[in-house]
């Protein structure tokens, strides 16, 4: 359970900061 | 030498898997926690990274104080972000454990009181950040508040030796746990594994801040150029 929470929460930041870095940087092209 | 992003994240997952199969598989049941210090194994590093990122982020606020320079700032901001994330899980499993072990996942121990207390101080951070609207007067003031509001990281961090605690201590006797072998293997590999993925994490939320910071930049200028 401790497993699961640490490594959702992580690999869910992670997708989400490259996420908004993908939007941040068509934004900045656009 | 150019950092290499998709290798260093390919060695921070073969680390970290390598700490789960140590941590879930090899390492025995500990004397006293039982199976329970497999909670451990996880809940440590993920401690040791919240006060690591938070360590960065007074560093970086002290030098921003220092020279001005904006990527102290940014580097300040991204270790605090990620600070109040590592904080969550670090109170999250912390509750999972003590629910475990105690059976309440919450009795204001010291330990448990002062990293709320400490997580409070940097939520404080943001809604400071978020208050004050000149970019400038925004990285100064705090810049300022990051170094006070440190003050609750040793706090936490001292907390059992302040107050009397039941959580459990690393040290040998005393009550403290007896690692030993495999134990000590499992909790080095997931220490190791917790820091290089913070540090891989660090710098997509440093990249994330530079982009915006250079986005609000064009906009102001588009802005200046149109009016």
Known sequence: MVLGLVWVTLAGLSLWLIRVRSNLESKLKG | MEFRDDIFLGITAVVNALAVYFALFLSPAEVEMGELVRVFYFHLPQAIV???TLVVSLVSAILFLRTKATKYDAISESAAFLGLIYGVITLVSGAIWANAAWGVYWNWDPRETTTLVL?????????????????????????????????????????????????????????????????????????????????WLMRKAYGVRLIKDELETKIAEDARIAG
């Open chain 2, 50 to 52: 919240t006060y690591l």
């Open chain 2, 119 to 199: 997580w409070l101080a940097y939520v404080g951070y943001f809604f400071l950040r978020m208050s004050v609207e000149n970019p400038e007067r925004r990285s100064s003031v705090s810049a300022v508040y990051n170094v006070l509001a440190f003050l609750t990281v040793p706090l936490s961090y001292l907390s059992f030796i302040i107050w009397p605690s039941l959580h459990p201590r690393l040290a040998e006797g005393g009550g403290g746990l007896g690692l030993s072998g495999t134990m000590v293997q499992a909790l080095v590999l997931n220490i190791l594994g917790g820091i290089l993925f913070y540090v």
